[in-house]
């Protein structure tokens, strides 16, 4: 009897030993398939292009800002050279916390001694840790700003802004991926007094894979409302706002 019960007993053992076995595996491979199935959505992409634009992460503002009070505040000459550079971080312990470094060159061209235009150009890196992503990358770019004259009521830039990178999603399941976002505009205006965004609209693409190797693509218009606002509508008809 006693022996009986020895054999029952060391049999329920293995069934529970067992049964968690198989439980603890099932979890394992359905934490697996998560990682497997990660793909980047709209929303990261609306995040993303966020981040690409606001000052804050030494976006698309800040040098549209930057190429307008250099054209204003330094002394140029026409067909002559020059570059700067620019540093810049959050106080310690805010959130969203960030850093950029930001070098430009720019040309002033003239017909004859009369400004034309003004010829700009970038490289940069910028970190920037968010509630909804966190991101490190590299951008370049170059502006032609026109709208010099006296009488030009507004600055226009034609623009192209490009921005590589690695992110992490913290919208829903935590995830990386890498990215590269590409912002072009021929009409942006900006006020002469202020130095900020009227108006104008820019298309912008945004590829790259996420952690997993699935691939996306994303396309879509921004518009610029001045204010510091300007909405980004996808392909897909989703629409989100940005604000500065």
Do not use: H
């Amino acid at each position: 009897m006693k022996t009986s019960l020895k054999a029952r007993t060391i049999l329920f053992s293995l069934a529970v030993t067992a049964g968690l076995a198989v439980i603890i595996s099932s979890c394992k491979k359905d934490n697996a398939s998560t990682t497997a199935n990660t793909t980047v959505t709209e929303a990261d992409a609306a995040e993303l292009t966020t981040n690409a634009i606001v000052p804050s992460s030494g976006g698309f503002a800040v040098q549209v800002n930057s190429s307008v009070t250099v054209y204003k505040t330094v002394k140029l000459s026409c067909g002559i050279a020059k570059d700067s550079s620019i540093t810049k971080s959050s106080a310690t312990g805010v959130s969203p916390s960030y850093n950029y470094a930001l070098s430009w060159n720019y040309l002033l061209n003239c017909s004859g001694v009369v400004p034309n235009d003004l010829t700009f150009n970038f490289t940069g890196s910028s970190k920037y840790d968010g509630p909804r992503m966190s991101s490190e990358d590299s951008s370049s770019g170059g502006f032609v700003l026109t709208g010099l004259a006296p009488t030009a009521s507004a600055y226009v830039l034609n623009t192209t802004y490009t921005r590589d990178g690695s992110q992490v999603s913290k919208i829903g399941r935590n995830y990386s991926f890498s990215s590269k976002l590409i912002i072009k505009s021929s009409d942006i205006t900006v006020d002469k007094t202020s130095l900020k965004i009227l108006s104008g609209t820019a298309t912008v693409t945004i590829s790259g894979a996420s952690s997993s190797g699935k691939s996306f693509n994303f396309n879509g218009t921004i518009t610029f409302n001045g204010n510091n606002k300007a909405t980004l509508l996808l392909n897909s008809g989703a629409s989100y706002n940005i604000q500065w």
